[in-house]
């Protein structure tokens, strides 16, 4: 079974620093192919030491990225960037800042070859409360954050402590339990941009009847090192088969504190699935056998992943 490439979607209303967030993606690649859909070149301003050339509606990068420019037919984009011959790691939309980006979500999701990482929203903390309080932005603005994943709450060092509580409260009012990182200039690590394949960062707990992925599994590149201090990881290898009505049962109800999970587990007897869950949404897809057998890991903000929670959900006695 070919995996399918990872789909994120990056929304907010104007200026909250989605093209920044794109340009520091595309700079801090380290080795990925990244192909970016984009609904304008202009806004991008793209590296000039990234650029390998230009042709048409795609810019390639000396990284091997590329860009490539929606115009009017995200579909037809899409389908030229999946038919190019390229191989690509991972594919990113940045939505338009008036648009609906789970709307892109589902287009993207359409396409066999796509699975939805996430969709991260970023709000402008020095611009978000005046904004939600004009009668002609508030409901663009909350369909973006209804959407979120997760929220981003950007340029907060241009705002004092009591601006910034309540740009949370609006946040939470409008998204509920939908994870929130604070940052300032669109500074996110890889780790919540790019979701989990490995443990990333230090590990807080492991199944109490499996054994845990070792410490050479952790992806020590992706901000073990700088981002340590930030997030707790869990990560096991359980034995036991699970049902799969359960899984999504489980998925559909998950822990407050848990803002990724993905790993690949047994649920028959000749069975394996998949298992994800990004901020808000959870799926649970037929799989090949992995061969290193089942393995899932968490990630959460530090001294709030629910360890207790997922060791009963995923190291409890064989179903």
């Not at 790019?194 to 599994?217: I, K, V, W």
Request: hydrophobic share 45%.
């Amino acid at each position: 079974m070919k995996p399918r490439l990872p789909l994120t979607v990056i929304g907010g209303f104007l200026g909250a620093g989605k093209t920044t967030l794109v340009n520091r993606w595309l700079r801090e690649a380290e080795g990925q192919r990244i192909a970016v859909l984009v609904n304008d070149f202009g806004a991008l301003n793209i590296d000039a030491a990234l650029i390998a050339g230009a042709r048409g509606d795609t810019i390639a990068l000396t990284n091997g990225c590329v860009c490539c420019q929606i115009g009017d037919d995200l579909s037809r984009a899409l389908i030229e960037v999946l038919e190019s011959g390229t191989r690509f790691d991972a594919v990113v939309i940045e939505a338009s800042g008036v648009s609906d980006p789970w709307r892109i979500a589902q287009l993207g999701m359409a396409a066999p070859e796509l699975a939805l990482e996430g969709v991260i929203v970023l709000v402008d903390a020095a611009a978000a409360t005046a904004q939600a309080r004009d009668p002609l932005l508030a409901d663009t603005l909350e369909r973006q954050l209804k959407a979120a994943d997760l929220v981003v709450i950007n340029k907060v060092d241009s705002v004092t402590e009591d601006e910034l509580a309540r740009v949370r409260e609006w946040v939470t009012s409008v998204a509920g339990r939908t994870p929130q990182y604070e940052t300032s200039q669109s500074s996110l690590p890889r780790v919540l941009r790019e979701g989990l394949s490995l443990p990333a960062t230090r590990t807080s707990g492991g199944c109490a009847d499996a054994s845990c992925l070792d410490e050479n599994h952790a992806d020590h590149d992706h901000a073990a090192h700088d981002h340590g201090e930030l997030f707790d990881t869990w990560s096991c290898r359980p034995a036991q088969i699970f049902d799969a009505d359960a899984l999504r049962a489980w998925l559909r109800d998950t822990p407050p504190g848990l803002l990724r999970l993905k790993g690949v587990l047994r649920t028959g007897e000749a069975g394996w699935s998949e298992i994800q869950f990004a901020g808000r949404h959870g799926t649970l897809r037929k799989a090949d056998a992995p061969s290193d057998g089942a393995a899932v890991v968490a990630i959460g903000l530090r001294g709030r992943l629910p360890v207790a929670a997922l060791e009963a959900a995923f190291a409890a006695g064989s179903n």
